[in-house]
């Protein structure tokens, strides 16, 4: 042994298990991390109304949010999308998913998913009744429309 002795005589702690710790969990989170944000359409100008209140992730898990552009096209992730074939899908995904729980749904059954539209302020309504009756031939009935409750707010 020298004069100066070892790290291990010094007491110091080997370093490189807590890094491979630190370096594992960031790539952890950075895996799980929660996207959700990214799927908002923040180029959306929504309506205004007073009553409108924040949306409750606990009150129904079941949804799927259609984003309106204000020439009534459906925008997914910033890119417009076939409205039809989005919904189908999405009714298709729906009953399949049932299918696989163990409860399945007949063809012509009410889909439990609620639909939720956030469509741009100058959307005309006619276009929003579009979307409203094409859901409905697919089987979707639970229905929310979103709105701000001040100007400005995203």
Known sequence: MSASGSAVDRGEPNLTPILDMVFQLITFFMLVVNFKA????????????GSARPVDLNEDPDRMVLYINDQGQLMVFGKVQDLEQYVRQGAQSTRELRRLMGRPLADDAELPTTVVIRADRTTPFSEI??????????????????????EGAP
């Open 38 to 49: 990214a799927s908002l359409d923040l180029s959306l100008k929504l309506p205004v109304v």
């Open 129 to 150: 009744n579009r979307v409203l009756k094409f859901c409905q031939a697919q089987g979707f009935r639970k229905f929310s429309l979103k709105a701000l409750n001040t």
